[in-house]
């Protein structure tokens, strides 16, 4: 014969009724958990996210420095600089030439007029007859004189010597200057100045100056025959071209 269980306890009970107990409170919540609510969807996910890469612009260039103010010193203010400018010198008057032949003096008459005049003026005086008598001869270039004349003339050859040195084996234009000079008494020409240049720029004046060294004027001669110096002429210098 099997032998008899033994009899369980009191304290073997008393567990066993914890544990049936605290097991029968489990279902309970979750019996009362799953009747409560729901279940809570989750949400969808997110989108994805796009990134672009993009190189950022150079920065601007840093302004330039700002110069520090001029501080006034103490003292008086600095007297203002003055410039000063050589002047021009004044144009000189065109001479005009001299005639060859000077115009007769207009005579002079005295005594009544043909014609009143409109209004009244101071008389010439009464009339007299004269009674004395003269003889001797003049040093002008009067009516009765010569005017100058042209001797000799430079030649191309003459010319070309003199040009200035800058200018010589340049080719040039052909130029014209125009020269008034005085005469002397051995015929040459004196006191020489440019009256007229043309084209300018290419140092005819000084050339033409200096070709009158080879010009030979006869002076002016009186009623008698006397040479008279100093009178004035004027006379053409023509350049060509160099080799001409």
């Not at 103490?74 to 032949?101: F, N, W, Y």
């Not at 040195?165 to 130029?175: D, H, N």
């Amino acid at each position: 014969m099997k032998p008899e269980p033994p009899l369980l306890n009191k304290d073997r009970l008393r567990k066993l009724g914890f544990v049936a107990g605290v097991t029968a409170a489990h279902l309970g919540v979750f019996t009362i958990m799953a009747r409560a609510d729901p279940p809570v969807p989750l949400p969808d996910p997110a989108p994805p996210i796009s990134v672009f890469l993009f190189r950022p612009p150079p920065p601007p260039p840093p302004p330039p420095p700002v110069k520090p103010a001029r501080t006034q010193g103490g003292g008086a203010p600095a007297a203002p600089s003055r410039i000063h400018v050589t002047p021009k010198p004044a144009d000189k008057p065109r001479e005009l030439p001299a005639p060859p032949v000077q115009a007769p003096e207009p005579a002079l008459v005295v005594g009544v007029a043909p014609v009143a005049s409109p209004a009244p003026g101071m008389g010439q005086g009464g009339t007299g007859a004269g009674t004395g008598t003269g003889d001797g001869d003049g040093d002008g270039p009067g009516s009765g004189g010569t005017g100058p004349m042209i001797i000799r003339a430079a030649t191309s050859a003459e010319i070309q010597s003199v040009a200035p040195a800058p200018a010589r084996g340049v080719r040039r234009p052909p130029g014209r200057v125009v020269v008034n000079c005085v005469i002397r008494i051995d015929q040459r020409l004196d006191d020489c100045r440019i009256v007229e240049e043309s084209p300018r720029g290419f140092g005819f004046a000084e050339q033409a100056l200096r070709a009158t060294a080879f010009f030979r004027y006869r002076p002016p001669m009186t009623a008698s025959g006397r040479p008279v110096e100093g009178q004035r002429v004027t006379t053409f210098v023509n350049m060509g071209r160099p080799g001409r």
